[in-house]
C-alpha cells in the first residue's frame, strides 16, 4: 500500500522512493474520478500535467493538485499502483 498526504494548502507530497519509481520525469497528470485519485505519470514537463517539485534534500517532492482537481479534500490517500491503468490509484482515508 501507498500513503501519500494531501496538505491544506492542495500540495500532494510524494516520496523520494516513489517520484523515482513511478514519476521519474517529475510530472503527473491528476484525475478524480467518483472518490478515487488517480495519477499518472507523463514522460515530462512537455507533455503537459503537474509538475513535481524537490520539496526537501532528500528526494521528497509535492505537487499542486487543488484547484487544478475540483472536490479534493486534505488528508491521507491510500493505495496502489494499478499495473493495467499504468497510473496510482488512490483513496480517501477516513479522519
Known amino acids: 500500500m ?6 491544506a494548502r492542495g500540495y500532494l507530497r510524494v516520496p ?10 517529475d510530472a ?3 484525475l478524480l474520478r467518483d472518490d478515487e485519485l488517480w495519477l499518472f505519470p507523463v514522460r515530462g514537463p512537455g ?3 503537474v509538475l513535481l517539485k524537490q ?3 532528500d528526494g ?3 505537487a499542486l493538485l487543488v ?4 472536490d479534493l479534500r486534505p488528508g491521507t490517500w491510500a493505495g496502489d499502483w494499478d499495473a493495467a ?3 496510482l490509484r488512490l483513496r480517501r482515508l477516513p479522519g
Open 2 to 7: 501507498i500513503a501519500l498526504t494531501l496538505d
Open 60 to 62: 521528497e517532492r509535492a
Open 55 to 57: 520539496r526537501s534534500p
Open 28 to 30: 503527473l497528470v491528476p
Open 85 to 87: 491503468a499504468a497510473g
Open 67 to 70: 484547484p487544478l482537481v475540483d
Open 16 to 25: 523520494p522512493a516513489l517520484a523515482r519509481e513511478r514519476f521519474p520525469a
Open 47 to 49: 507533455a503537459g500535467g
